[in-house]
């Protein structure tokens, strides 16, 4: 039962991030495509936005597919951890708990179901079991979150500075 249980978290958080993927790549589902992520990614003051643009999508995107299917666990994990983290702290965070509010809460269930899937491994039935591949634990995923909180941590310092406010004209 376990494993049955591993397969249906992988296959429903994996297919949400590919979708959501997809949007940002390819523009389906009604989402932006590339030209309107790399300009979201601008307006968050992402620096060089393009190559960050596709880095996030290509993580959500491969990153959902790979959970799904279960292909050397925990790195997709890790790249949908790291698009997770940086969407909280850039975009959901300021607006607290609640995502009716558009907060973090929808984020911080993807991060929890990855963490599960990276710790306890894909299960009996993925590709990882089919292909036996056994990436070496636990220094993969050591490694790994290392990596992964230094590429947040690059993203969200290299942001390009606040614009200046403009100066109003005092009114005598």
């Given at each position: 039962?376990?494993?049955?249980?591993?397969?249906?978290l992988?296959?429903?958080?994996?297919?949400?991030?590919?979708a959501?993927?997809?949007?940002?790549?390819?523009?389906?589902?009604?989402?932006?495509?590339?030209?309107?992520?790399?300009?979201?990614?601008?307006?968050?003051?992402?620096?060089p936005a393009?190559?960050?643009?596709?880095?996030?999508?290509?993580?959500?995107?491969?990153?959902?597919?790979?959970?799904?299917?279960?292909?050397?666990?925990?790195?997709?994990?890790?790249?949908?951890?790291?698009?997770?983290?940086?969407?909280?702290?850039?975009?959901?965070?300021?607006?607290?708990?609640?995502?009716?509010?558009?907060?973090?809460?929808?984020?911080?269930?993807?991060?929890?179901?990855?963490?599960?899937?990276?710790?306890?491994?894909?299960?009996a039935?993925?590709?990882?079991?089919?292909?036996?591949?056994?990436?070496?634990?636990?220094?993969?995923?050591?490694?790994?979150?290392?990596?992964?909180?230094?590429?947040?941590?690059?993203?969200?310092?290299?942001?390009?500075?606040?614009?200046?406010?403009?100066?109003?004209?005092?009114?005598?």
């Amino acid at each position: 039962m376990v494993a049955l249980g591993i397969l249906i978290l992988r296959l429903v958080i994996g297919l949400t991030l590919a979708a959501h993927g997809a949007q940002k790549l390819f523009g389906w589902f009604g989402g932006p495509g590339m030209n309107g992520w790399t300009g979201a990614m601008n307006h968050m003051r992402i620096r060089p936005a393009t190559p960050w643009a596709w880095m996030s999508a290509l993580a959500e995107l491969g990153g959902g597919l790979g959970l799904a299917v279960g292909l050397l666990t925990p790195l997709p994990s890790l790249a949908i951890a790291g698009s997770m983290l940086v969407a909280i702290a850039l975009v959901h965070w300021p607006r607290g708990f609640f995502v009716t509010k558009g907060g973090y809460e929808f984020n911080l269930a993807i991060l929890a179901g990855v963490a599960a899937v990276a710790l306890t491994g894909a299960g009996a039935y993925s590709l990882d079991a089919a292909l036996r591949i056994h990436l070496p634990e636990p220094v993969t995923l050591i490694v790994g979150t290392i990596l992964l909180l230094a590429g947040v941590a690059v993203a969200l310092t290299t942001r390009a500075p606040e614009p200046a406010a403009e100066a109003r004209p005092q009114v005598t």
